[in-house]
Every structure is written in C-alpha cells, then in structure tokens.
C-alpha cells in the first residue's frame, strides 16, 4: 500500500487533505511541519497550504527525500521560493472560485484534466516566477501560475484545493500524484 506523509503547515484545509487520500485507500499520515523530513518514511509527500511561507517550518527539507512531492497552495510557494522561484503577493486576496486552463497536456499531475476546469483557490500569496527546471502547466486570468512541474524531480504544485467539493477534478489531481509514488 503506498505511505503518503501531508506536511501540516497549519492551513484550514490540511485534515481534508488526508482524509481525500485515506479516502482513497492510501496509508496516510500527518505529520507537523517541525518534523525533520529524515525522520519521515513514506511513498510520497503532500506539502499543504497555510497562512504564510515564513511558518512553513521545515517543509523545504521534504524535497530531497528523493520522492514525489505535491505543493497545495502554500505547499508550492515553499518548493518555488526554496528552488529560486519568486513568490510574491497576489493581486486577489482570499478564496474564489477560479478557471484553470491546463496548458502542458503531458504534466503526469494536471495533464489529463479538462482543458479548463474550475477550481477553489487563494491568490493571496502565488508564485510569481516559476523556478530553474519547472514548466507551467496551468494558469487562469487571476494568476499566471496555477500549477507547475519538474516530472523529472517528480516535484509538483498547484495553487489551488484539490481536496474541497469546490474543486472539479481534485481527485484526479491525487489519483494523479499517486500514480506517480508508485511507479
């Protein structure tokens, strides 16, 4: 069965992150965002959202475990600001109902979704420049980088909540991701 670890970094949305995984028959765990990312034995890592990049603990150290990773909002401005991105304020605070386009049909994550797809998002922080190695794969008219990639790290992210009723396709998002922790 594939162990998935969901990095908690104290957004509101972090316990539905796990339970849409359980849901799916993973083994799941949360872990704090203090846990130091060796002390972590696991298939893939989920980094979830929250309030700011500067309480995002030790989530950077998950990215070297040599393992798929999934940023979820917050999750993938750590992965962008750690890997010489830019994360910047966005011009929409709280969340919104948005319209993704899909703009990299071969992206393993986001690649099979409807061309466009709506989706529940804050853009009250976003990245702004994607990081060494990374290719756009969605955008919308709130955001120029909804979701990015680096399959050849298998490191991904998306702006938005794949694991709320709001979100279209937020199970094929993780369906997605899982096929990915285990090949």
């Not at 466009?116 to 702004?128: C, F, G, I, M, P």
Request: charged residues 25%; aromatic residues 6%; contains cysteine.
């Amino acid at each position: 069965m594939t162990r998935i670890v969901v990095v908690d970094n104290h957004g509101q949305f972090t316990h539905l992150e796990q339970r849409a995984l359980r849901d799916m028959g993973v083994d799941v765990s949360l872990v704090d965002n203090a846990t130091p990312a060796a002390e972590v034995d696991a298939d893939g890592v989920v980094l979830s959202g929250g309030p700011d990049i500067d309480r995002a603990g030790r989530s950077a150290e998950y990215l070297d475990l040599g393992v798929p990773v999934l940023g979820i909002c917050l999750g993938m401005q750590v992965i962008a600001d750690e890997l010489g991105g830019r994360v910047g304020g966005g011009d929409y605070g709280g969340y919104a109902d948005v319209t993704v386009e899909i703009v990299d049909e071969d992206d393993p994550l986001v690649g099979s979704l409807a061309p466009e797809t709506r989706v529940w998002a804050s853009h009250a922080d976003e990245v702004k420049e994607l990081p060494p190695g990374f290719r756009l794969t969605a955008r919308s008219d709130v955001c120029d980088i909804e979701a990015m990639g680096n399959a050849e790290r298998d490191l991904y992210g998306v702006q938005w909540h794949p694991e709320v009723a709001h979100t279209e396709e937020g199970d094929a998002v993780f369906e997605n991701f899982l096929a990915r922790c285990e090949d």
